[in-house]
């Protein structure tokens, strides 16, 4: 094989001579390169560089400020101070929730020194009366937390020993323990508070560890208005250095509620429970004019100061497990068989509806009986309290004759009825089946039967006997005792249903006031003035020489109705009495109803006197 030499002259080398002769025309390699390419790398380095100076510029300059200050703020340990709740009074001015300070001992971890923990426990064992097992475990299970809880409400005497360890880890820091002053009187109005749970921290990020939160009535209804705004205690990580700032106290609230209404009603109502065996009761009291609620009781009741410092185990059970139910508000949430409080609502209709005149009698022996539409010679017989005789329309009301109502709401005799479509009418323009709103959590509506329900709820189909049920309150119709308030309200007034509403307005710490509450038409009647004018005549009768004939003797006259619904046949009934006055221009428009207490009992009537009669202060 040859050998070839091939010589270059490499200082006279051209570079298009360094390209091989051999790579065709057109090869790529000859080809330019797209200047789209070279675009798109130029404008998406620009925008990569942009973003970066963007977020530069917004983290550096815009938001330094803030990182700078949560760098700072990572130094510190922030311990709250809770605010003082608003408190809460009566329309003349008796305080019905307060606080008292209560100081807290906390402990930080980060400041418990090596070596030195197992001295630190058994000194703080030795001071809060608490096993140093108790506290090693309190120190294990927080050992992953900046600081926490060790014991709240320390006394004089806890807080002055603590002072005198010098200790850095732990600090003592205010609180405030909520106090109501007539505790069960006004339990279920104002409610009470509690520590916050997991499901409360999780809704509302306002609230922290250990901090409490209204959990009933007023106080969880109006739990933004009455909390305040907390700070903190800021405690330096790594030097002795601390710094405090002032919480800001909760608005304050004052109820329409009168103090020494809910305090006669309650004492009266729990002393005829007490000695009447009945098992629980209730007494609501409202302006007809306006709806602002007066008292309202729910019996039996509960002292809340019990939860403003944790319930222990036989506490809890004794409220939670009690088949009493002493934290259900009756008044509101409770739904009772109203028995012939609502006569007046068929009275009316009956009247609209021209059923009947007001002055044609019916007669109404102790019982009338009916044949079953589909099997005649099944017999249904349907009772009265007693034989009344020949009755109108007023004395019908004033006696509360079933049978006259039978008549009118179910047809009998010559007369049709309304029918339980009409009647289902009615009660709704009553707003039976509907909340009416009043500034506490847990209204419950009434209940309405009718015959698509009762076909819906147990396959049945709707039978005279129903309507005849549902004529005198009996059956299936349920209503609260605020409702029946409400309505026996709107009868006194002659024209509109309120809003009941409890609290009156509400003040800022130095007591100016930031805001009022008005009152609410929540239906607006049309009635014919003479078919409300016989109505609330019969209910006068009532009060004259009916059924409610107790409260004959006040010097003015009142509208009233009572009733008396079976709850289990033969053997308990609810007692109701419903009244407002004076009848000319009321007042006051008064329900007690008394749950489970005997046939005929006249306590809420009697009751329903003396309380009248001492709040317009009849000697």
Do not use: C
Not at 36 to 61: D, H, K, M, P, Q
Not at 487 to 516: C, Q, T, W
Not at 580 to 588: S, V, W
């Amino acid at each position: 094989m040859k050998n070839y030499k091939i010589s270059i002259d490499l200082d006279n080398l051209q570079p298009e001579e360094s390209l091989l002769e051999s790579v065709s025309p057109d090869s790529r390699i000859n080809k330019s390169i797209d200047s789209g390419f070279f675009l798109f790398f130029y404008f998406l380095t620009a925008l990569v560089l942009g973003i970066f100076a963007v977020s530069g510029f917004n983290l550096g300059v815009v938001k330094g400020s803030y990182f700078a200050g949560l760098s700072v703020k990572n130094q510190f340990v922030s311990i709250p101070v809770f605010s003082q709740r608003g408190f809460i009074y009566s329309k003349e001015g008796e305080i019905l929730a307060s606080n008292i300070e209560s100081l807290n001992l906390w402990l930080l971890p980060s400041k418990l020194k090596d070596g030195k923990k197992e001295e630190l426990i058994l000194k703080l064992s030795a001071i809060l009366g608490i096993t140093e097992d108790s506290i090693s475990k309190l120190i294990k299970d927080n050992s992953g937390k900046s600081f926490f809880l060790v014991k709240g409400g320390l006394s004089e005497k806890e807080k002055e020993g603590l002072s005198s360890l010098q200790e850095p880890s732990i600090v003592i820091g205010k609180s405030n323990l909520r106090i109501y002053p007539e505790g069960e009187i006004f339990s279920h109005l104002v409610g009470y508070v509690s520590l916050v749970n997991e499901g409360d921290l999780n809704k509302d990020s306002f609230y922290k560890i250990n901090d409490v939160i209204g959990r009933s009535g007023l106080e969880s209804f109006y739990e933004t208005r009455l909390r305040g705004q907390r700070n903190e205690i800021l405690i330096h990580r790594f030097k002795d250095e601390k710094s405090f700032s002032e919480p800001q106290k909760g608005a304050s609230i004052i109820l329409n509620i009168d103090y020494d209404l809910q305090r006669d009603l309650y004492y009266e109502l729990d002393k005829a429970l007490r000695e009447s065996g009945a098992r629980s009761g209730v007494a609501v009291a409202m302006d007809p004019q306006d709806g602002r609620v007066l008292s309202l009781i729910s019996l039996p009741s509960f002292n809340n100061n019990a939860f403003a410092g944790g319930l222990n185990q036989k506490e809890y059970e004794a409220l939670f497990n009690n088949k009493r139910e002493p934290l259900l508000n009756r008044a509101i949430s409770g739904r009772f068989a109203p028995g012939s409080t609502l006569k007046p609502i068929i009275a009316l209709g009956a009247l609209e509806e021209k059923v009947i005149t007001p002055s044609k009698k019916i007669n109404a022996p102790g019982f009338i009986t009916i044949k079953n539409p589909y099997n005649p010679d099944i017999i249904y017989t349907f009772r009265d309290w007693k034989d009344h005789g020949w009755v109108n329309m007023r004395e019908a009301i004033a006696y509360s004759s079933d049978i006259y109502f039978y008549t009118v709401g179910g047809g009998f005799y010559d007369v049709e009825g309304l029918g339980i479509q009409k009647i289902a009418e009615y009660f709704k323009k009553f707003k039976l089946d509907s909340i009416l709103g009043i500034d506490l959590k847990g209204e419950e509506a009434g209940f309405i039967p009718t015959p698509e329900w009762k076909r819906q709820a147990r396959n049945e189909i709707w039978y005279q006997g129903d309507t005849f049920n549902v004529s005198i309150g009996q059956g299936d119709v349920l209503a609260t005792p605020l409702w029946l308030n409400n309505y026996i309200a709107a009868i006194g007034n002659g024209h509109n249903m309120y809003r009941p509403f409890i609290a009156e307005k509400v003040l800022d710490v130095s007591g100016g006031v930031i805001e009022v509450f008005q009152p609410q038409v929540i239906q607006e009647f049309s009635f014919n003035e003479d078919s409300l004018k016989v109505v609330r005549e019969g209910m006068k009768m009532a009060a004259e020489v009916g059924t409610a004939r107790v409260l004959k003797d006040l010097p003015f006259d009142v509208g009233a109705k009572s009733g008396t619904a079976e709850v289990i046949k033969g053997r308990s009934t609810n007692s109701w009495i419903s009244v407002f006055a004076p009848y000319d221009n009321p007042q006051i428009a008064l329900t007690i109803m008394m749950e489970s207490g005997r046939e005929g009992s006249y306590i809420p009537h009697q009751i329903a006197y003396r309380v009248l009669k001492k709040y317009f202060e009849i000697p």
